[in-house]
């Protein structure tokens, strides 16, 4: 069973960069999968911030795309995100996930537990 | 963007009694392979969002049966037979078929 786990600092100052990693267990990066970055505001619903391949290929949030950049680090076996620019809407808990493939790709499939990341002064 | 529309926003359930979400979306999650590329989550309070449902009406493993799926194109509801203590949180619809994936709102079940 692949296993997510997020870390990375959890306070970062505003106007800075947000980055966090992203280790897999019990899988390989490379594998035939994609791996996706959600986020949680306080209190708020879900958002999706987008999805990187083993290849590097990424697909990111319209919202999002001009200030974050996803890759991976396969002699890690790691996933990271850095998000840059960042202001006090940003404070969120960031999920990494990854896709299952059964003949169909069953996105949001495995979740790691989320880091909490507050951005203050 | 796909907008996806949860009701009711909180359901008040008695232990043992059924209950019902209902998932709206702005266009067809229908994929051209026939299925529909619908999620649903449970949240519970302090955990991340777990998988009950994919495909729109395909448990994920290890979820009891007494959750269920239905539903296709923009309309899908998620049915508990008899909810249980344990079932209390937010639950989610998802969208994956087309990015940027997009959930609903949530909708909150506690125990009366």
């Known amino acids: 069973q692949v296993q997510l786990q997020e870390s990375g600092p959890r306070l970062v100052k505003p106007s800075g960069t947000l980055s966090l990693i992203c280790a897999v267990s019990?899988?390989?990066?490379?594998?035939?999968?994609?791996w996706s970055w959600f986020r949680q505001s306080p209190g708020k619903g879900l958002e999706w911030i987008g999805e990187i391949y083993h290849s590097g290929h990424t697909n990111y949030n319209p919202s999002l795309q001009n200030r974050v950049t996803m890759s991976v680090d396969k002699s890690k076996n790691q996933l990271s995100l850095s998000l840059n620019s960042v202001t006090a809407a940003d404070t969120a808990v960031y999920y990494c996930?990854?896709?299952?493939?059964?003949?169909?790709?069953?996105?949001?499939?495995?979740w790691g537990q989320g880091a909490l990341v507050t951005v203050s002064s | 963007d796909i907008v996806m529309t949860q009701s009711p926003l909180s359901l008040p359930v008695t232990p043992g009694e059924p209950a019902s979400i209902s998932c709206r979306a702005s266009?067809?999650?229908?994929?051209?392979?026939?299925?529909?590329?619908l999620n649903w989550y449970l949240q519970k309070p302090g955990q991340s969002p777990q998988l009950l449902i994919y495909l729109g009406s395909t448990r994920a493993p290890g979820v009891p049966d007494r959750f269920s799926g239905s539903g296709s194109g923009t309309d899908f509801t998620l049915k508990i037979n008899r909810v249980e203590a344990e079932d209390v949180g937010v639950y989610y619809c998802m969208q994956g078929l087309q990015t940027p994936l997009t959930f609903g709102g949530g909708t909150r079940v506690e125990i009366k």
């Open positions: 266009q067809s999650l229908l994929h051209n392979n026939g299925y529909n590329s």
């Open positions: 996930s990854r896709d299952h493939v059964a003949g169909l790709r069953l996105r949001g499939y495995y």
């Open positions: 019990g899988g390989s990066i490379s594998s035939s999968n994609w």
